[in-house]
């Protein structure tokens, strides 16, 4: 009995200490979410969510428990071609009217390398009403105060690489577009 009491406590202390961890937000300003997908297999087509809102809690300095969430309007999507973009948020790709946000909650944070800085970011990404476990790199390349808000601020980049087929995101010839796609985060974040 006094061995469950103890572990009780413990668990209850942690989930206590990580509920008063830190969190930081996404600095609109100096963030980008960005996506790149093969045309025709001759040609890179590059594009990116100009809405989304990103959210970090971690207790350590390292950011080494980091948990991530990510909110995007798909709706915000953009690859400088408006044809082409009203084509994205349509029934054949997103279906932005039935499926407007795409989501990410990591689960676990692990230090592969070796390098204090580099991570592999596991979590659950949900696009076009599917949920799917992705592992991408993460690389925290450090915290700074800014010279004008006088906050520190920590910088993250986040890359990968998914395939839209699994999520059911258009068409599945991966002669017109790659169904791979491949993912690249820059992000500041204020504390």
Same mark, same amino acid.
């Given at each position: ?9 413990? =668990? =209850? ?12 937000? @996404?600095?609109?300003?100096? /963030? ?11 040609? /890179?087509?590059?594009?990116? $969510?100009?809405? $989304? @809102? ?5 207790? *350590?300095? @390292?950011? /080494?428990?980091?948990?991530? #969430? ?5 709706? /915000?999507?953009?690859? #400088? ?7 994205? =948020?349509?029934?054949? $790709? ?26 592999? =970011?596991?979590?659950?990404?949900? &696009? ?11 690389? $925290?390349? !450090? ?11 920590? !910088? ?5 690489? &998914? ?18 796609? #491949?993912? *690249?985060? @820059? ?5």
């Amino acid at each position: 009995m006094k061995k469950l009491i103890a572990v009780l406590l413990i =668990i =209850i202390s942690a989930n206590y200490s990580f509920a008063q961890a830190p969190t930081w937000r @996404d600095d609109p300003m100096h /963030s980008k979410l960005t996506f790149t997908v093969t045309h025709l297999g001759i040609s /890179s087509i590059f594009g990116l $969510f100009q809405k $989304f @809102d990103a959210v970090i809690i971690s207790s *350590k300095p @390292d950011f /080494s428990d980091a948990v991530f #969430e990510l909110t995007v309007d798909v709706g /915000s999507i953009t690859t #400088e071609l408006k044809l082409r973009d009203d084509h994205l =948020i349509g029934t054949d $790709f997103f279906n932005v009217a039935k499926y407007p946000v795409m989501t990410f909650k990591s689960t676990s944070i692990v230090n592969t390398t070796g390098m204090k800085d580099r991570y592999r =970011i596991t979590g659950d990404l949900t &696009i076009h009403g599917v949920t799917r476990t992705v592992t991408m790199d993460l690389w $925290f390349r !450090g915290t700074a105060v800014d010279v004008d808000s006088k906050k520190t601020k920590a !910088g993250f980049q986040l890359t990968g690489r &998914i395939n839209r087929a699994d999520f059911g995101v258009g068409p599945t010839d991966p002669f017109d577009v790659s169904t791979d796609v #491949e993912i *690249k985060a @820059d992000g500041e974040f204020v504390k």
